[in-house]
């Protein structure tokens, strides 16, 4: 299983960005939970937004709530995060991860996800 993530980029603060993640595979599942981690520079990763199989239930951390949205299109096997509004503390490198299990519910628990991509940079300026 491999995870793409691609979009990142250098923006100024209060713009957008749009992040992609595919996922490809032969034993890659549609049917499992998808999200995004980021790591900022000297900090430890940390869970931004999770969706699950449906695309009905996500969960989020509280810093980019009205401000980001996740979704996805499983016959695509690809996961979005759109991202508005965004501030110097957004810049990161971006992480979609997602899950073996099929139909459980949006975690933000790194250890419920089996699969990782391998990131992308999104850098705001102030």
């Known amino acids: 299983v491999q995870l793409q993530a691609s979009g990142g980029g250098v923006v100024q603060a209060g713009g957008s960005l749009s992040l992609s993640c595919a996922a490809s595979?032969?034993?890659?599942?549609?049917?499992?939970?998808r999200g995004w981690f980021r790591q900022a520079p000297g900090k430890e990763r940390e869970f931004v937004m999770a969706?699950?199989?449906?695309?009905?239930?996500?969960t989020y951390t509280n810093s980019v709530k009205d401000r980001f949205t996740i979704s996805r299109d499983n016959a695509k096997n690809t996961v979005y995060l759109q991202m508005n509004s965004l501030v110097p503390e957004d810049t990161a490198v971006y992480y979609c991860?997602?899950?073996?299990?099929?139909?459980?519910?949006?975690?933000?628990?790194?250890?419920?996800?089996?699969?990782w991509g391998q990131g992308t940079q999104v850098t705001v300026s102030s």
């Open positions: 595979g032969r034993t890659f599942s549609s049917y499992g939970m």
């Open positions: 969706i699950d199989w449906s695309g009905s239930k996500t």
């Open positions: 991860a997602a899950s073996r299990n099929d139909q459980v519910p949006p975690s933000a628990r790194e250890s419920d996800y089996a699969y």
